[in-house]
């Protein structure tokens, strides 16, 4: 039987000593599961981005037994998501999968997933269910993926972009098989700030928002490298964080730089909302309202990893006013853990053309958001640095949202009226 070429992406940069045991790193874990896939023509890409370490030479040793890595010095320093974007252009193959340098993969992920592909000619890209492998490659058994959080075919891409909205479960879905075309559509998915994250939802969401078609395979082929992963910047990992990132003990100000990061997500994904025109406007108009609850839903869940981060914060003074910010948000947000749990993927498939449940939604986000700007100001007037450039953006794209939504929303309605 003839196989379909596969791509597998791999961007790295210094990871010689990460989880560095009896002469092995993750890194030469994760290849050695790659080289042992049962499904053999693939080829490796891998894009080091300047290492200054060993990790080069452990490529290279690899790539020197086996001709299906292709080890690439970069020419400019990127990001892992600006790598991603680069890799396509080198990519030969009919299905395409990203790989991190440290996770690893059942003997048959490549397989499974090409032979779903080639007999599902609708679907555009597969995944796994995942489960996690600790430092010392032992395995959690816990799957990830549930048969309620799973993005299907049967659902439509108006609901699938509503609950990843909501959820923002990239994993294990940005680890499947690709068909490559598609791969390369969704391609340039690109940072929207400074801060560099969530690059991944944005990528899921333009899936979904240009038409694509997902599936899952309830087994578990793909295991993610359960680490330390920090809020703030440790000494080791300073680089990692932008710049102005805050002092960490100041979390007000921490907070709002995360607030700030979540604002530009929405708004990055507004513009592909409208790029892609997809959607009805009803649709549009309910995504709107679902995008605004994710803004205060993953916002407030921010505000919770703050507070139990293992980083403690040593004055009181600030501890104290970050304690008090989340008591009052709270109070003010009681509904927020609701919105989910009242709609269903099938909830989805009923209201999406339904003039007066989009204005239903759209009135409880705009009183949310009403609510989380009181929150927003309650926390401004609880700090010193009032001159802060970061809080002083923050509160004017509230402001212009505030004003903007009802503006939208009618504009939305009277177009579903005339239609």
């Known amino acids: 039987m003839n196989q379909p070429l596969v791509s597998i992406l791999m961007p790295i940069y210094n990871c010689a000593k990460s989880g560095l045991r009896d002469g092995k790193c993750y890194l030469n874990h994760a290849l050695e599961s790659l080289l042992a896939q049962s499904y053999k023509n693939f080829e490796l ?26 080890f690439i010095t970069d020419t400019q320093k990127r990001t892992i998501d600006d790598a991603f974007a680069y890799l396509p252009e080198k990519m030969r193959g009919v299905y395409c999968m990203c790989a991190n340098d440290d996770d690893r993969y059942h003997p048959e992920f490549v397989s499974r997933l090409v032979e779903f592909l080639e007999s599902n000619k609708e679907i555009d890209l597969v995944y796994p269910n995942c489960d996690f492998v600790d430092s010392v490659d032992q395995v959690t058994n816990a799957r990830v993926v549930t048969s309620d959080s799973a993005y299907q075919a049967q659902q439509s891409a108006f609901t699938n972009f509503c609950r990843y909205s909501q959820r923002r479960n990239p994993l294990p879905f940005v680890f499947g098989m690709y068909r490559a075309d598609v791969f390369k559509k969704i391609q ?41 992963r920090p809020l703030a910047p440790e000494d080791q990992n300073r680089a990692r964080f932008p710049r102005d990132f805050p002092d960490f003990a100041a979390p007000v ?41 994710s803004l205060i839903r993953h916002s407030m869940n921010l505000m919770e990893w703050l507070a139990k981060d293992e980083t403690k914060v040593d004055d009181v003074q600030n501890a104290g006013r970050f304690a008090a910010i989340r008591e009052f948000a709270q109070a003010k947000l009681t509904g927020l853990a609701t919105l989910e749990s009242r709609l269903s993927a099938s ?41 802060s450039s970061v809080i002083a953006e923050v509160m004017k794209l ?22």
Not at 260 to 266: N, S, V
Request: include cysteine.
């Open 347 to 387: 909830d989805y498939a009923q209201i999406d053309s339904n003039l007066a449940y989009a204005k239903m939604r759209s009135i409880a986000a705009q009183e949310l958001l009403q609510r989380f700007d009181s929150v927003l100001r309650f926390a401004w007037n609880k700090i010193d640095n009032k001159e």
């Open 253 to 293: 100000e921490v907070w709002f730089y995360y607030v700030r990061h979540q604002l530009y997500f929405r708004i990055a994904v507004l513009r592909a909302l409208k790029q892609y025109n997809t959607f009805s406007p009803i649709q549009a108009q309910i995504a709107r309202a679902v995008l605004n609850e």
């Open 45 to 70: 890409l891998i894009l080091d981005n300047r290492s200054e370490d060993s990790t080069p030479d452990i490529c290279r040793k690899y790539a020197s037994v086996d001709a299906r890595i292709q």
């Open 188 to 228: 340039p998915t690109t940072a929207f700030d400074v801060w560099g994250a969530n690059v991944d939802n944005l990528l899921i969401l333009k899936f979904f928002l240009m038409g694509f078609r997902s599936a899952f395979l309830d087994q578990v082929l793909f295991y993610y490298r359960a680490k330390h």
């Open 398 to 419: 509230m402001s212009e949202e505030l004003e903007c939504f009802p503006k939208v929303v009618a504009a939305s309605e009277a177009s579903c009226n005339n239609f």
